[in-house]
């Protein structure tokens, strides 16, 4: 079975440069957040969703470091990525498998340091029409995003219990979450295959209910939300300063884990949302720098044996990921950060 995008989702910029790689060094935390000696102008690509939300507080973490942040709001990660890839963009997060995406296309100047957490993905039903086993999918019509990370989770997930995704009545979706929303009460689609804050809507405003099964939870790709990467370049002209926006990154990760509903009215007010459905969105958010390699990897397979990329990377992508700074910034080992899993 294949599952294949059309060409305009999969567009990449085309951009030459040789893999990368690094060896772990030896934990330096206190070095890691010193204060830069001058100050440094960085563009940071952002995405009002909620498993990125403690990266608004990324420009006051960083400045403290003598790092000053521009942000540059995006509707779509694949538009983030398009614009790390060409360096419009020093550092953004988008989803696991952007990086290989890029790299099918020739895109060799994005790597990843750091993960974001697991969650955020999510299947919404009508209320009361319950899905209580993958096997109840063959009657349904399903709306999906190709291409996003929800889609990827759901299409595994969908592989992983028997079922033939090209089987399935599956409907794509362009545009923001709010579509699913619309084709979900509208009676066009009976299973939106989308992410918070949308599912979130659904369930606060009373119509819209989880069901049973969950893609969350696939061997393929786990629970995965994003990876924070860096624009090459940026890194080899500015390694310190790299070293000291993951520190950051660490540090608002830090208090995202402390206090999730500080967060939660942070995404509140930046995407312009009830509380009660930034708080039902974060709920289902974790929020975690470890970077999982091993599923990026098993990410880059499937991509691959479905038709999605043309080239197999798989074997070549953990060239594009580092963990050199979040070993420093963390003081733990690259193996306790993911490197193996």
């Given at each position: 079975m294949k599952i294949r995008l059309a060409g305009s989702m999969l567009a990449m910029l085309t951009l030459l440069a040789v893999p990368v790689s690094w060896t772990p060094a030896t934990a330096q935390t206190d070095a890691a957040r010193t204060r830069l000696a001058a100050p440094v102008k960085v563009k940071q690509g952002m995405a009002n969703v909620p498993a990125l939300s403690p990266l608004w507080l990324l420009p006051e973490q960083a400045?403290?470091?003598?790092?000053?942040?521009?942000?540059?709001?995006?509707?779509?990660?694949?538009?983030?990525?398009?614009?790390?890839?060409?360096?419009?963009?020093?550092i953004a997060a988008f989803g696991p498998q952007d990086i290989t995406?890029?790299?099918?296309?020739?895109?060799?100047?994005m790597i990843g340091v750091a993960?974001?957490?697991?969650?955020?993905?999510?299947?919404?039903?009508?209320?009361?029409?319950?899905?209580?086993e993958w096997a109840g999918l063959g009657a349904k019509t399903?709306?999906?995003?190709?291409?996003?990370?929800?889609?990827?989770?759901?299409?595994?997930?969908?592989?992983?219990n028997g079922l033939d995704y090209g089987k399935l009545r599956i409907i794509n979706i362009v545009g923001g979450g709010g579509n699913y929303l619309k084709s979900l009460q509208g009676k066009e689609i009976d299973l939106a295959?989308?992410?918070?804050p949308f599912c979130a809507q659904g369930i606060t405003e009373g119509w819209a209910q989880y069901p049973t099964i969950t893609h969350n939870g696939s061997k393929t790709v786990g629970g995965l939300i994003a990876v924070l990467a860096v624009n090459r370049g940026f890194m080899e002209k500015h390694p310190d300063a790299t070293?000291?926006?993951?520190?950051?990154?660490?540090?608002?990760?830090?208090?995202?884990?402390?206090?999730?509903?500080?967060?939660?009215?942070?995404?509140?007010?930046?995407?312009?949302l009830p509380e009660a459905v930034a708080s039902e969105a974060i709920r289902y958010t974790r929020f975690d720098v470890?970077?999982?390699?091993e599923s990026v990897k098993r990410i880059s397979k499937f991509l691959f044996d479905n038709g999605v990329i043309a080239r197999e990377v798989s074997g070549e992508i953990g060239q594009y990921y580092t963990y050199e700074f979040l070993v420093r910034a963390t003081g733990r080992t690259a193996v306790?950060?993911?490197q193996n899993k």
């Open positions: 400045a403290k470091y003598n790092i000053q942040i521009e942000q540059i709001l995006f509707q779509r990660f694949a538009d983030e990525r398009t614009a790390l890839a060409s360096g419009d963009l020093d995406l890029g790299l099918g296309q020739g895109a060799k100047s993960g974001i957490g697991s969650g955020n993905d999510c299947l919404l039903v009508r209320k009361g029409e319950d899905i209580k399903i709306g999906v995003g190709a291409g996003s990370i929800s889609w990827l989770k759901f299409a595994a997930s969908v592989q992983e295959v989308v992410w918070h070293q000291r926006l993951v520190s950051a990154y660490v540090d608002v990760v830090k208090i995202a884990q402390a206090d999730p509903q500080r967060f939660a009215k942070i995404y509140a007010e930046k995407a312009g470890s970077l999982p390699l306790d950060l993911g």
